[in-house]
């Protein structure tokens, strides 16, 4: 069974700095990978999916790497802004169903 | 820019009755998803709909749950006998194309008293 798992789980940082957020999955026999934003009490919205067979997406100032065959996926924020404040949720697609990790919340302090 | 949306947005009900959450997807999509998010917890993933039919269920979805498309637009999750466990946010979800991008909804708070 797929088992998704993020780290930091919380994340508080200066305005400015660039930071980075870890995912790492079990099963590597995944389709795609996708980063979310979760605001308190609202929906998820996706930032950036990469399929299987990709290294790395970028969006602005996020930048999403994978490496499947480790398991692993990170998320690059550069210059980070009060208003990317937020939980960011991993989620690994396979086979019609989607798993998520717990999330990194992170404060970005003006 | 079209979006996902979903109503109620709260829903309040007593252990033991039927529940419908309903959704309608972005219109030009096919693939349809229900989650569901524990307060504090993770987002797990419950069902996929494809073509009329569920594609893939998870060991959450059990036969107290059911998924309809009624009439081309709506996509309803069904609980048939509501337990206190089952307070939750509900999260319909919908993509063009297996795999793609999945566009979330608001959710649906439900709260079993």
């Known amino acids: 069974k797929q088992e998704v798992t993020q780290i930091p789980a919380a994340l508080s940082v200066p305005e400015g700095e660039n930071l980075v957020l870890n995912c790492s999955f079990t099963?590597?026999?995944?389709?795609?990978l996708q980063w979310f934003r979760q605001d308190p009490g609202k929906g998820l919205t996706s930032l950036l999916l990469?399929?299987?067979?990709?290294r790395e997406q970028t969006s602005g100032r996020l930048n999403a790497s994978l490496d499947k065959s480790s398991g692993r996926s990170t998320l690059y924020i550069a210059a980070s802004q009060p208003g990317d404040s937020a939980t960011y949720l991993c989620?690994?697609?396979?086979?019609?169903?989607?798993?998520f990790g717990a999330g990194t919340r992170l404060t970005v302090k003006p | 820019e079209p979006e996902v949306t979903q109503t109620p947005s709260h829903q309040v009900t007593q252990m033991g009755q039927e529940v419908i959450l309903r959704c309608v997807p972005i219109?030009?999509?096919?693939?349809f998803y229900w989650y569901r998010q524990i307060l504090g917890q993770k987002v797990e993933f419950l069902v996929s709909?494809?073509?009329?039919?569920?594609?893939?269920k998870s060991e959450i979805f059990d036969d107290q749950f059911s998924v309809e498309r009624p009439d081309g637009s709506n996509f309803t999750l069904k609980i048939r006998s509501t337990k206190l466990e089952d307070s939750a946010m509900y999260f319909c979800?919908?993509?063009?194309?297996?795999?793609?991008?999945?566009?979330f909804g608001p959710g649906t708070r439900l709260t079993v008293l």
């Open positions: 989620a690994v697609y396979n086979n019609n169903d989607m798993r």
């Open positions: 979800a919908s993509t063009t194309e297996r795999g793609g991008t999945q566009y």
């Open positions: 709909f494809y073509n009329n039919e569920i594609s893939e």
């Open positions: 219109s030009n999509h096919l693939y």
């Open positions: 099963d590597s026999a995944i389709y795609n």
């Open positions: 990469i399929q299987s067979s990709q």
